[in-house]
């Protein structure tokens, strides 16, 4: 159990470019999750898989958000047209099954110029 | 709609003193209940968990906590405290048949020599 990967650590970027964030969760785990998370808040649910299917999305979750899980394993979570807005730690979690404990990375920070 | 409230934003306290972090959820039918510890920069470590069984709970570093029904709480104790729980701890809640995890605004405990 090598824990949930997060890469990058911290991402700079300028208003208006794209970013993309990927997350390697336990490798038995079979649901990945998306969270984000403000300074002084507890996270907030953005998006979830169960293997490769994208089954929920949040209303957090704009067009300019989109997120995958290829197959079934790692997954990418892109933003588009960044926005000062945007700034906040983007967390990914795994378990392995419904009503189980998620387990978290450490986080992507994004902070935009 | 499930919401959690932690009702102390900072707890401040004395190494070796016993401590206490509060929590009510709101909702009409079964949950789960976790806590999770941050430390700087990091990700979530779960704490410990309430999935159904007995009411007290019991996890890592000394911490248990209570399910309480009738209450709707989930507080967290510690009989001592250690300098080095100065962390933020956040509640989280999920229903039977949910997947996202709604979390508190979390408790930043200070814990001063």
């Known amino acids: 159990d090598t824990g949930v990967s997060q890469d990058p650590r911290h991402k700079i970027t300028k208003r208006g470019q794209n970013v993309t964030f990927r997350c390697d969760p336990i490798?038995?785990?079979?649901?990945l999750y998306w969270y984000r998370q403000t300074l002084g808040q507890g996270p907030e649910f953005l998006t979830y898989?169960?293997?490769?299917?994208?089954?929920?999305k949040s209303r957090l979750l704009s067009d300019r958000f989109s997120a995958e899980r290829p197959k079934g394993s790692f997954s990418t979570l892109e933003i588009q047209r960044t926005e000062q807005g945007d700034s906040a730690m983007y967390l990914c979690?795994?378990?392995?099954?419904?009503?189980?404990?998620?387990?978290f990375g450490d986080g992507t920070r994004l902070s935009i110029l | 709609a499930q919401s959690v409230t932690q009702l102390d934003s900072q707890v401040p306290v004395f190494e070796e003193a016993p401590v206490e972090l509060r929590c009510n959820y709101s909702?009409?039918?079964?949950?789960?209940l976790f806590w999770y510890v941050q430390y700087p920069n990091q990700g979530l470590q779960l704490l410990l968990k309430?999935?159904?069984?007995?009411?007290l709970v019991k996890g890592i570093n000394g911490f248990e906590a209570e399910f309480n029904k009738s209450q709707t709480s989930f507080h967290l104790r510690k009989p001592s405290v250690h300098i080095s729980d100065t962390a933020e701890y956040f509640c989280?809640?999920?229903?039977?048949?949910?997947?996202?995890?709604?979390f508190g605004a979390g408790t930043r405990l200070a814990v001063h020599p």
């Open positions: 490798s038995e785990h079979n649901r």
């Open positions: 989280a809640v999920t229903q039977s048949g949910y997947n996202k995890l709604i």
């Open positions: 909702s009409s039918v079964s949950v789960y």
């Open positions: 309430y999935l159904s069984g007995s009411t």
């Open positions: 898989f169960q293997n490769e299917a994208q089954l929920e």
């Open positions: 979690a795994s378990s392995w099954g419904q009503n189980q404990p998620q387990h």
